[in-house]
């Protein structure tokens, strides 16, 4: 006989081969099952599991549940030690499959090939359980075990998107409204599936863009580098960079490329110089790193050198946090590189203030060569300093490290007993968000699994359906969800609470890249960097996230941006987005307008201004109110703006010059 199952040894020859095909797959309970060999010829393209290259053949099997149960399905056996299997779970039928577990190599027995994932069932519903040839078609066995059901801490619900381009890992808010929106490239086009306010679902808007040489496939990252206040683009392709800029409306842009060879890898915005604008930064492969400098105009000049120059590259996966809490981006770069080479060491680069960087890896204990493409950091013990996740993409030269910031430049390994040492799944992508609003930072790494946060540096690993990708609110629900080529898997809310801070850079960057943004309650602190581009391929938000668990007040909110501003919002409304302008809650008496003064405040008919400097123009004047919505753009051509309109209140009012420089204020209208 070809092959069986322990519970079906009495069934006719042809029951025994209808396991070939999904349309006869063979239905089974709980307990033991063999697998003689893979070779029924239904190909499997439908992957819910974290590897992503599809299989030619394929054994199928159906299973109905008659009670609810948290199910465990494992080839992760000692009877089958040196064998490497996968396997995909669905819903649906066999005309239209859906996604909804499955597992590649999460197993620990043997090479540590093997495959395991648990997940909750309802009665009734049937799943179709498919094994796969794409490592080895040989036989193996396999337990289905039904255990009570396990409440689960966090699940995810799909839903499909009309999404096309070559493209789509992109979950950032492209048109200035503080949603998520997702964006899809292509070398002739952005889709942008903007997210509706107020209502479910997105708008689908389709902009040409000419001339893109470079897509991004190998990484992408957003922000407002031309400071228009609409987020740009840049594309990490294998043969160097593209960047995509708006023109001053967010329904135009433009492509810039750069002629220079670059193969690309991690891309980030970032504030290099601290100069206000955005500077971006691409990891090289095979040579010295490379970053582009703003001018302020946001035209951008190509640097080659002087932020990870080991000249065989094996620059991976850049991250920008600051690591020792002195108000300015460092840099780590994740490393990967084969064989005997220092190009695999990773790299900490610390940001000395003034433009320039030194390499403190192995003074901070941080140079390791793990083969790793991306690390996360967050504050994971909530003590006020960022540690970090290195995980490897390869168990060459070690696995995953968990290193614990001592808050005195430098780290400690505390790998040992903290889940990290015994979790085998292997993958490019890492990033540090919390998913279920606990208020402690859990890590989405490698094999569908989301490593939730105990509270005490130790981490419990949580199968999930979907697989590492970009990261956002996408339902405006304080949740954050998933997003997988044109699938949205939604986070399904529970009981805890949230906050979302929003950030309008003026005398910093737009999107306040680079700020520290704090939290303070009944927990003690939390924080957060504003990032683009972590992880190694996708970006994320740029919106900050925090949940507080089952806490309702926070007693403060603190932004510290990286020009040095601090805003202090006291007591703010839970489960709520929180809009904050830079310098919006300085006193009335402090004027930044750099060269203009302005009069008389408080007002209730006119703002004017005044320059020391008889060369210098107003270009606009935007006034918010204090929630950070926008009540007024003006021209102010005869250095004067009309406030009659207004309600009575306190407003934030940004003065724009005519080299493009911002600076901010605070009035009274009554």
Known sequence: MKKITLLLLGMISWMINAQDTCATAVPITAGSHIVSVIDGPTPITILCGPNTTNATLSEWYTYTPTNNYTVTITTDLAINSGKDTRFNVYTGNCTSLSCFAGDDDSGSIGNGFLSISSFNVTAGTTYYIAFDNRWNPSGFTFDLIEQPIVASALSFSSQSVALTGAYNNCVVDMNGDNLDDIVSVSATQLQILQKNSGSAGFTTVTIPVTNVINQPSWSIAAGDYNKDGYNDLVLGGGNGATFIQTANNGTTYNSVNFAQYIFCQRSNFTDINKDGNLDAFVCHDVDPNVYFMNNGSGVLSYIQGGLGDHAEGGNYGSIWVDYDNDGDSDLFIAKCRGGATTANINELHRNNGNGTFTNVSIAANMADPIQTWSSAWGDFDNDGDMDALVGASSNANGMHKLMRNNGDGTFSDVTAGSGYDTFASMGVEHVAHDFNNDGFVDVFGAGNKIMLNNGNMTFTPHSVTPTNGPIGDLNNDGFLDVQNGNVIYYNNPNA????????????????????RVEI??????????????????????????????????????IIKWPSGVVDIIANPTTNQALTVIEGSTLGIAENNLGNFTMYPNPTNDFIRFNTVNADEKIKSVTIYDVSGKLVKKDSASNNSVSVQELENGTYVIILENHLGKKHSSKFIKN
């Open 520 to 557: 303070y309650g009944a927990w003690g602190k939390q924080i957060r960097d504003v990032r683009s581009g972590d992880g190694f391929r996708n970006m994320s938000t740029l919106n900050t996230h925090f949940g507080i668990g089952t806490e309702t007040q926070i007693t403060q909110v």
């Open 496 to 515: 805890n609470n949230w906050i979302k801070i929003n950030l309008k850079g003026i005398q910093s960057n737009s999107n306040g890249i680079g700020a």
